[in-house]
């Protein structure tokens, strides 16, 4: 059986060590062969653009604002992260410690271009973070159609169920890899908001 394209990307990533310095490392929305972060901070981030319902496709490290940063004399890196939203907006993010400076974004707007520094108070508030990086570390695994039937079907027919619930129908995958992948992959949702993922966590099926 020939390997899926994240398993591909996974092989690639384990042959380049030096990329993955900040954990979690995989990733499902990135189209980068080889992701490359310019700290925690922004590895962060990637999190929550990976489980952004909003959000389509993301990539690292963009070079399309470099005049933007030259003519506003800016000192700091390009941004992290060009993100492209469901809606076909396109976004350049920076990760920041604090507000950044907004002559940068308002340059950018006049180029046409939207830009947005997002803050670590931002990115590590409340439990979503967490969730989000728990469930990466099983970005690599991609749930068997029979387990995927499964979960959906029941989902289908009760409208919602408990992560525990979920689990002990897998008969294929680890159970909690195989949700996270159906999560991950947009099959079904849960709310990372609340707190925790936990046993009585509430799983639905995705909806755009």
């Known amino acids: 059986m020939n390997p899926s394209p994240a398993n591909s990307r996974a092989h690639r990533q384990a042959a380049h060590p030096a990329l993955l310095k900040f954990r979690p490392h995989g990733t499902v929305r990135c189209s980068d062969d080889l992701p490359a972060f310019r700290n925690q901070l922004a590895r962060d981030l990637g999190c929550l653009l990976d489980v952004d319902e909003a959000v389509a496709a993301w990539c690292c490290r963009p070079s399309g604002m470099d005049r933007v940063l030259l003519d506003t004399g800016w ?51 409340g439990p979503r973070l967490q969730n989000a990086q728990d469930l990466l570390r099983y970005a690599h695994v991609r749930a068997p159609l029979g387990d995927r039937m499964r979960i959906l079907a029941a989902l289908e027919q009760e409208g919602f169920a408990s992560v525990a619930d979920c689990m002990g129908l897998f008969r294929e995958a680890n159970p ?26 509430e799983v639905r099926l995705f909806r755009n």
């Open 176 to 201: 909690m890899a195989g949700l996270a992948s159906l999560i991950l992959n947009r099959f079904v949702a849960i709310d990372l908001d609340v707190e925790l993922i936990a046993p009585h966590t």
């Open 75 to 125: 000192k700091g890196s390009r941004p992290d992260f060009l993100v492209t939203y469901a809606d076909g907006q396109q976004f350049y993010l920076h990760a920041t410690e604090g507000p950044g400076d907004p002559e940068v974004t308002e340059a950018a707007a006049c180029r046409g271009m939207r830009h947005r520094f997002v803050e670590a108070a931002d990115i590590r508030a």
